[in-house]
């Protein structure tokens, strides 16, 4: 159905009154109360939102990650339930719906439709046109440094008002496309978990072996380690399109094998660090820090960062498959092994790394073992690529539709009430 006939069914002739932001809300910057008294914070059960809690928990909130006290409220007023934050400063333009009363910080101002605009304004009507004014804070932000929208501004965008009834039935078709796309995404994360579980129990039996049944070897016997190096970003002569450069952020949760990294040296720049160059087929292992312990097999020849530990096998008796999956399995056994160094971050230096010792069996048994889980890490991938792809397809058709339900022709002038 077009646009056209669509929106004229739903109006069924009735014309859209359009409205300043400013006469139908209440448009307030939130605050932040002083972090230097313990008694705003302490045991604190009014929520305070932050960017964070938008990032982290999605754009209907009903807590937040952080809390403030009675004491730390100004005048004793929070902001009403069912009010929109909107960021309008740093990051322009994300919004969220609060569902309970509270306060926010600076970055974020406040929507509360006012009393008098509550008989012909649905507050999730608003909640949608957000994704609306969103663009346009983006598109107004003050000219400078310091990206920022003030309240005034926001005060005077436009606001179409359609019937009431009819804003009930766009949030009816919205709410829809939003909850099969939670649904989807629920089914992503349960399936995601199952499957992950099972791959996980069948690696750990798989490679549980009776004392006397294999040999153990450290990894600096049967492999060259080598930790990686970073040119210097000035020296612009070491970037460009020839030679794959491998950051931890380049390595994703549950990858095998790492084909596009986001970076890339020069002929030249990967000339005057040979020493870290690393054949495609070894093992990169990260080596600090939160992303401690994860593993891939580089596609293609590569320069790793300091914050990786290379693995090129010399040992003809032990595959490259096979030992991904041991690596893989002692993630959180590196992770508590760096934890000892007593440092600000868990960190394995190379030599550390080398003396980890690691289960040899028989070339055949190894086989075998990477076999049966590289089945159990695809089955891991492919739920992984393919209901992701049926959310963004969903989303995109959200997208289509929000924008046709959230669109009416604009008047020239707009009254003031």
Same mark, same amino acid.
């Given at each position: ?34 972090? %230097? ?9 009014? *929520? ?24 730390? #409220?100004? %005048? ?33 101002? #406040? ?18 046109? %957000? ?33 009431? %009834? ?81 950051? *931890? ?26 020493? &870290?160059?690393? *054949?495609?087929?070894?093992?990169? #292992? ?70 980890? &010792? #690691? ?5 055949? @048994? ?23 792809? @049926? ?22 002038? &707009?009254?003031?009430?």
């Amino acid at each position: 159905m077009s646009q056209l006939s669509y929106m004229d069914k739903l109006l069924d002739g009735v014309e859209v009154e359009w409205k300043l932001l400013g006469d139908i809300c209440d448009i307030k910057n939130g605050y932040t109360p002083s972090k %230097s008294k313990p008694e705003f914070w302490t045991n604190g059960t009014i *929520p305070w939102f932050r960017m964070e809690d938008i990032r982290k928990n999605g754009r209907v909130l009903d807590d937040s990650i952080q809390h403030i006290t009675t004491i730390a #409220v100004k %005048s004793g007023r929070l902001f009403p339930e069912n009010s929109i934050i909107i960021s309008t400063t740093a990051t322009i333009g994300e919004h969220a719906l609060v569902t309970k009363e509270f306060l926010c910080n600076q970055q974020l101002t #406040v929507l509360s439709i006012k009393e008098s605009a509550k008989k012909f304004l649905n507050y999730k009507y608003l909640f949608y046109y %957000s994704f609306i004014l969103g663009d346009l804070c983006r598109k107004n932000v003050n000219p400078g440094g310091f990206a920022l929208i003030g309240t005034t501004k926001i005060k005077s965008f436009q606001i179409p008002i359609p019937p009431i %009834s009819v804003q009930a039935e766009i949030v009816r078709i919205l709410d829809t496309f939003t909850e099969l796309t939670a649904e989807l995404k629920a089914e992503l994360k349960a399936e995601l978990k199952a499957r992950q579980q099972q791959y996980a129990y069948y690696r750990e039996q798989l490679l549980t072996f009776e004392e006397g049944e294999v040999e153990w070897k450290t990894l600096g016997e049967i492999s060259h380690i080598v930790t990686g190096r970073t040119p210097k970003s000035s020296n612009k002569s070491a970037w460009g399109n020839d030679v794959d450069f491998v950051t *931890p952020s380049d390595i994703k949760n549950g990858m095998r094998n790492i084909t596009f990294p986001s970076r890339r040296l020069s002929a030249e720049g990967a000339a005057s660090m040979s020493k &870290v160059l690393i *054949p495609s087929g070894s093992l990169l #292992v990260t080596c600090i820090g939160a992303d401690m312990g994860k593993t891939v097999i580089n596609a293609n020849d590569c320069i790793p960062n300091q914050q990786i530990n290379a693995i090129t096998l010399t040992d003809d008796s032990v595959q490259v498959s096979y030992l991904f999956h041991v690596l893989t399995a002692m993630r959180e056994a590196l992770r508590r092994q760096g934890e000892l160094g007593g440092g600000t971050m868990p960190l394995i230096n190379k030599s550390d790394f080398s003396k980890i &010792v #690691v289960p040899i069996p028989s070339h055949e @048994e190894q086989n075998r073992i990477a076999t049966i889980l590289d089945k159990f890490d695809a089955l891991t991938n492919s739920i992984t690529e393919g209901l992701p792809r @049926e959310i963004e397809l969903r989303q995109k058709q959200y997208e289509y539709y929000r924008d046709l339900l959230l669109s009416f022709p604009k008047p020239e002038v &707009v009254a003031h009430d």
